[in-house]
């Protein structure tokens, strides 16, 4: 809702000197068509038996490409879940690590200190990755624009520090924790239950998905567009932007937290990676590679990137990278370089993102056919 | 006593790293709104270059005269690191903020990372002159010389920064930009060649806290300007100011509480510490920065 209300104005100016019918006819899709072809799409591909050489190593079904899928859908959730904030609200927070990696630790830590089993490990950690959320959220928007995203980073880095200096050994340092087999149920553990993570990570999704597009909808996503939009002017209607901002704060929170948890789940264990500052850029990178504040574009991004991600490792491990010269081997073969320059190309030659760019390129092909016939 | 003789120094030896670094990061923050990650980037060529220097550049070396200059080297990559950066990419994308920060954040994971291609991730042996590789007794604490080196120079920076404010026409043209750069432009003023002035300043100051945090740790690695950047931030949010003095109590604060409670508590609780004055700070005294930067920031 949010975003067809945003870009009306955009598409209306070039589509009012197209004839009318053609109007008509993209109207004509229903709004749901479009997400009821991608559930119906990711529900099937367990059953099928489909072989892409090119993109996947083994067939659809195979353990392996599961795995992937599952990693990009658990990604796609949390980068929709952070858009909330970034692309809906307009908050930079540079912290949204934190919430996920709360969510992850507090499980596994739960699993192996209390032995709890998987569902009540799972709702005590969402719940206080939320709680969590709810009290840095109230401190860190005192602040706001980039000294907000200063004081997050800050947050997330204290957090980050906690979990690599181990105080107690409780996390792991390090190593990270693993999984304890033994409050999850069997039907979650081993390589031939993967499938049961694959239908969790698109349940996530779902869930991260359908949050953040029933909320966009509603009067407090109005107010949310509104804030991104001009926050001086929300607080001059009489609105008090505060409690709106710490609400998407929160929700984000809580979807990051519950995304740990199905994450912990997904790849078996937790490390510290997932609390680093570097994490929340990559989020950053994946929403603006999909294009942020728009429906499809976070978990596009994400899935796009972390599909991107896994075969490059893959690529580097392989022999065709010992044939490439030195020169460009070496910074190849540091993830964070390509990261960033992948950043800086998307800043200056992917406005909007995968998600903007069928509009490009058709007021592209708009504006050669205009000139040839202009000609 | 000599224990919290020791742990002052130290303090302010740390407080005068991230001055350097924070002061042009408040400086960018305050004339362009833009959060310069790349900040802890410059701080790393910084370094790299002033170890390169001492081993290969004909004259430098690691005493002396030399060390002078392969730190001039050091300082000079990164200002020129720091003008590519803003006639590069800062420039193209005037007026538009968010992007602006995030090309910074770009270059943040890039530089790091092509270093560490180019150089590995072990920790390098940095260059120590003679002169401050020795201790100095004081108030009977036995205190590293180069702490000693840090609080001046950062003494000195700051003495810089300040005339380059009250003195120079430029310094009045930024001061006045970071105040209100509206109408400083308004005036027919062309605020972009101070941003570029400003970066330049900020690279230098950050490629000096490089060099300077090479004495510090005895290492160089190529990630260490990035964790040195998070605490500049805190720096500057507690400053709560865009002004130098501000910075500077700032700075002089964090580190004394980093030492004192790494020191007293577990080591590491320290960095924590840190975020905790933060939150006091932005629960008890609202405004400040968000009073200066509310409604024109991304």
């Given at each position: ?7 009306a104005?955009?598409t ?45 190593e ?7 490409t ?15 879940s952070?858009?909330?904030l ?83 050994r ?28 694959y ?41 008090n932007?505060?409690?709106?901002k ?47 504040g ?16 896994h075969?490059?490792l ?32 998307l ?7 995968l ?8 007021a ?10 202009a000609? | ?5 020791l742990?002052?120094?130290?303090g ?32 790393s ?6 170890w ?8 430098a ?32 994308l ?37 002169l401050v ?6 108030l ?23 005339l ?40 230098a ?41 501000g ?52």
């Amino acid at each position: 809702m949010n975003v067809d209300t945003e870009h009306a104005p955009r598409t209306s100016a070039p589509a009012a000197a197209q004839p009318i019918v053609d109007v008509r006819r993209t109207r004509r899709v229903p709004g749901w068509a479009a997400p009821a072809v991608v559930a119906v799409l990711l529900l099937s591909l367990p059953f099928s038996t489909l072989s892409l050489p090119g993109l996947f190593e083994g067939t659809l079904n195979s353990p392996s490409t599961l795995h992937l899928l599952a990693t990009c859908l658990v990604f796609g959730g949390l980068a929709t879940s952070y858009d909330l904030l970034y692309g809906r609200v307009g908050l930079l927070s540079f912290g949204h690590a934190l919430y996920f990696a709360a969510g992850a630790y507090l499980a596994a830590l739960l699993m192996w200190t209390l032995e709890l089993p998987l569902l009540w490990s799972a709702l005590i950690a969402v719940v206080s990755g939320t709680a969590l959320a709810l009290v840095l959220g109230a401190i860190s928007l005192r602040v706001s624009g980039i000294a907000l995203a200063m004081v997050t980073l800050a947050f997330a880095q204290a957090g980050s520090i906690l979990v690599i200096r181990d105080p107690g050994r409780m996390t792991g340092g390090e190593e990270g924790l693993a999984l304890n087999p033994d409050t999850v149920p069997g039907a979650f553990i081993g390589v031939v239950n993967t499938v049961n993570l694959y239908w969790l990570a698109v349940g996530y999704v779902v869930v991260a998905v359908g949050v953040v597009w029933w909320l966009g909808a509603t009067p407090v996503g109005r107010v949310w567009q509104g804030i991104r939009a001009n926050e001086q002017r929300v607080s001059v209607l009489g609105v008090n932007p505060y409690p709106y901002k710490l609400a998407a704060f929160t929700v984000a929170g809580a979807l990051a937290s519950l995304g740990g948890v199905v994450y912990l789940l997904v790849s078996g264990g937790v490390t510290p990676a997932i609390t680093t500052a570097e994490f929340t850029l990559t989020l950053l990178v994946m929403v603006s590679l999909g294009g942020a504040g728009t429906r499809w574009g976070p978990l596009l991004g994400a899935v796009v990137y972390t599909y991107v991600d896994h075969r490059l490792l893959q690529l580097a491990a392989s022999d065709v990278f010992d044939t490439l010269p030195a020169v460009v081997r070496a910074p190849l073969s540091q993830p964070l370089f390509i990261l960033g320059t992948l950043f800086v190309l998307l800043v200056f030659f992917f406005p909007g993102g995968l998600t903007a760019l069928p509009g490009r390129i058709r007021a592209a092909l708009r504006g050669r056919g205009r000139a040839a016939a202009a000609s | 006593m000599s224990t919290v003789v020791l742990l002052v120094v130290t303090g302010l030896g740390l407080g005068a790293l991230y001055f350097l670094i924070a002061s042009g990061l408040s400086l960018i923050f305050g004339l362009m709104d833009v959060l310069n990650f790349a900040h802890g980037a410059f701080l790393s060529i910084g370094a790299y270059a002033t170890w390169w220097a001492s081993g290969h550049l004909p004259g430098a070396g690691s005493d002396g005269f030399g060390f002078l200059v392969s730190v001039a080297f050091g300082v000079a990559a990164g200002t020129l690191a720091a003008t590519l950066v803003e006639l590069g990419v800062i420039r193209p994308l005037y007026g538009r903020h968010r992007e602006q920060i995030l090309v910074t954040v770009g270059l943040s994971l890039a530089v790091p990372a092509l270093i560490q291609a180019v150089w590995g991730a072990d920790p390098l042996t940095f260059p120590r002159p003679e002169l401050v590789s020795g201790t100095v007794s004081l108030l009977g604490a036995a205190i590293p010389t180069d702490r000693f080196l840090l609080i001046a120079v950062a003494g000195l920076v700051l003495a810089g920064l300040l005339l380059f404010g009250s003195r120079t026409r430029y310094g009045l043209i930024v001061r006045a930009g970071v105040e209100d750069r509206a109408m400083v432009t308004a005036l027919g003023i062309d605020v972009r060649r101070s941003f570029t002035l400003v970066f330049a300043i900020g690279g230098a100051a950050a490629a000096l806290a490089g060099a300077l945090g090479g004495l510090y740790f005895g290492v160089v690695t190529p990630f260490q300007g990035t964790s040195l950047l998070i605490f500049a931030f805190i720096v500057v949010v507690i400053g709560g100011t865009t002004s130098t003095v501000g910075c500077a109590v700032a700075s002089v604060a964090v580190g004394m509480v980093q030492q004192f409670a790494n020191y007293y508590t577990v080591a590491g609780l320290g960095d924590i510490a840190v975020v905790i004055v933060l939150a006091a700070v932005l629960l008890t005294r609202q405004g400040g920065l968000a009073g200066a930067t509310a409604g024109r920031v991304a």
